[in-house]
């Protein structure tokens, strides 16, 4: 808890929450009933105050690197933390994005006549009251609070405290423009508090204001999310995918997916964290594969198999099958095959993304029909689980529930429909 | 707790709980890449042992009754647990409507290629492993076991321990079907004690080997398992249906819509609870409403403007605006207009069905854009609000959720989806 942050009165915590509850609901029906041009001006408009105020802004950030320097933040952390002119501009690009967007709302989605004359539609609504719980990174509260507002959803955001003033700073942006628009304030609010309580009381659903809550963030926040919540969670656990190379793959196109996959960018859930290669490949492709993959960086850990290919890689333990590196760091198995290679997925996978290499039509087609991972991919790097690159644009995260919401999240998962049917008179016999 | 079931020894009820969903889970699995016609074909070859055991069934249904009856079951009670031949075929024939549903798995719904060239589907998978807790109705046993086979799901059935006999009875069918099929016997499976501690467990998911909890029954049973679960839960609190006759509505289509929704069915939840009319139009077509209301058996409550108008109309509560009957009776409010019709609906409603009747498509337009149910309808009843009348075949029930599922659920509301994406060896910049 950041020492710094205006602390709320415990005996008026659950109250607090409770109005920001129903000022959420209250907003919501008012946003689900405004016009797309209105929540799209309000984004642009915030990407404008956020620039203007760039200033205000980095000064709220040297206030919590200040507090996390003392608190000897870790370096990654302090990344994650970190503002800087090109950061705000790149906040502000990604408000006008996602105002960009088509509208999500409104779209008649299905229309079918029943034999009595019943006309039904299926038509996109928001989906009411949003509860984003995400770590200490900044720019979320800006994507999370424009995701939302462009979905017509009331958010309630509760951040890490370590970016307490910076959120609070991004915050004051988007109530602005808010409140320039004539939309209520109360559609995008930040809990005013780093109580920690104040999650619990979220989790639990402000008595019915919180119709889903979407958790940001490492696995023990989306545990105890998943533990604790009263009402529907989209979120994600882990990404440990998978890269399977077949034997029917392409040298080239093998070793530069596998790398493309890994080394990318190791920290995001999308990065590759196994390799499978076949045995009937193996002697040919994994050597330069690991060399590839050396050249950039990255650790190897091996099983038996793979070790007596590749020189001095280390060995692979149990644990490494099972382990999310995000990090430089790849584990090898060598496989006897297609099935052998479906059987380790669905047993070590979490469900996220994975992908086969392979100019064989029909080992593609297996792989991609019997997995039931959320998304899974035929000659492509994992690194494409991301909603800007499904066409999306922005993403809140990937779910890899298997309820409402499944792989990237973005504007259009963010949104529940209604049926609205028209007659003439009918009656049901 | 019916006290001739088999109970379960105490210390083994967690074992046999978990065991229940790891083979269900197993079961799912094979159930994902079974082929339709093996599907199908064990809900007709189910229908087919149904009637062939049908002496079988009602002997089992007579110990149900006898027990019931020595605890004197209520009167609509024992007739939901009571079973004869009619009602027997009339479970096999829904059996064989299952099964002739289109198959809702496999279907690509989306399909995109991107600037890059990858080619992205969303393709229809089953969820995985459903369970559904629902009160002593035997005939849900088959239908919600038909729903979640047809859809590729397993499911734990945990019925009321009421209809114990009954639905044994009834499961041996499918679960003979299943096996003369080659499909795992595990793919519909009863808890096998009616110790209502297994409910909870099954509620908490089974350690991940339940994906999405759905009660069929009661408030209080909804409440309890939306209050407990700690997996997805798709399920309906109330019903609280509107029928608005605004003042541009035609008498006679206005009685009729009227009548239908509040009296064709007065125990489903798709039937009108309250009527709002225009003051404009009320005098005039409120006296024939209330006539027809009362020759079909209906009682009223009216709020003072509509007393004025009816004879002898019993005077409306507070509560009776937010009470579900389910019974032949009909809370009537005069109100001032359209807003005033609309605001009533948000502040009384449950989010389920409502329906304008009126000649006025600027008014009904209004109505279905603004309002927020799962349903909302124009000039036609609410008992409409129904999976077959809206084309989907049977359903499991209506959902009041925003997540996932709303409005009627049927075997496409019972499925997830993943992305395939197929590639040329692209790699992310």
């Avoid at 020492?3 to 129903?22: C, D, H, I, N």
């Avoid at 970190?82 to 709302?105: F, M, S, T, Y």
């Avoid at 008649?108 to 990174?137: A, C, H």
Wanted: proline share 4%; with cysteine; charged share 20%.
């Amino acid at each position: 808890m950041n020492a710094s942050a205006t602390p709320v009165p415990a005996e008026s915590l659950e109250a607090t929450m409770l109005r920001l509850g129903r000022q959420a609901r209250a907003a919501s029906a008012v946003l689900a009933l405004a016009s797309e041009q209105s929540r799209t001006r309000v984004l642009v408009d915030a990407a404008r105050r956020l620039r203007a105020r760039a200033t205000d802004i980095l000064a709220a950030n040297a206030r919590d690197l200040e507090a996390a320097d003392q608190r000897g933040i870790s370096g990654a952390m302090r990344d994650r933390l970190l503002l800087d002119e090109a950061r705000i501009e790149g906040i502000a690009l990604a408000l006008e994005q996602i105002a960009a967007l088509p509208d999500p709302l409104g779209r008649v989605t299905e229309e079918w006549t029943r034999p009595n004359g019943l006309v039904i539609q299926r038509v996109r609504v928001p989906l009411g009251v949003i509860g984003i719980i995400y770590e200490s990174r900044p720019n979320v509260t800006a994507d999370a609070g424009a995701l939302c507002l462009k979905s017509g959803n009331a958010v309630i955001l509760r951040g890490g405290s370590e970016s307490w003033h910076s959120s609070r700073a991004i915050h004051a942006c988007l109530v602005a423009a808010l409140e320039h628009a004539g939309l209520p304030a109360e559609s995008i609010q930040m809990v005013p508090t780093t109580d920690r309580s104040a999650v619990g009381q979220l989790l639990a659903g402000l008595e019915g204001c919180v119709d889903v809550i979407v958790p940001r963030g490492g696995k023990s926040l989306i545990a105890r999310v998943q533990q604790d919540a009263r009402v529907p969670v989209i979120g994600h656990l882990e990404g440990l995918c998978h890269v399977y190379v077949h034997a029917g793959a392409d040298a080239d196109m093998a070793r530069d997916v596998v790398l493309n996959s890994k080394m990318r960018r190791t920290g995001i859930c999308g990065a590759a964290e196994t390799l499978l290669i076949d045995s009937a490949c193996a002697p040919a492709l994994l050597p330069p594969i690991a060399a590839a993959l050396r050249a950039a960086g990255c650790a190897l850990r091996g099983d038996e198999a793979a070790c007596a290919l590749v020189a001095d890689m280390a060995p692979a333990s149990a644990a490494d099958w099972r382990t999310e590196y995000l990090d430089a760091i790849l584990a090898v198995r060598v496989v006897d095959g297609l099935d052998a290679a479906i059987a380790h997925i669905r047993e070590y996978g979490s469900g996220h993304t994975e992908s086969i290499v392979t100019g064989d039509g029909a080992a593609a087609e297996r792989f991609l029909g019997e997995l039931d991972s959320a998304i899974l991919l035929h000659n492509a790097s994992t690194q494409f689980a991301d909603g800007g690159e499904f066409g999306m644009g922005a993403e809140i995260g990937i779910a890899t529930g298997r309820i409402h919401a499944r792989g990237p999240v973005g504007v259009e998962q963010l949104t529940s429909f209604k049926y609205v049917v028209r007659g003439a008179g009918q009656t049901r016999p």
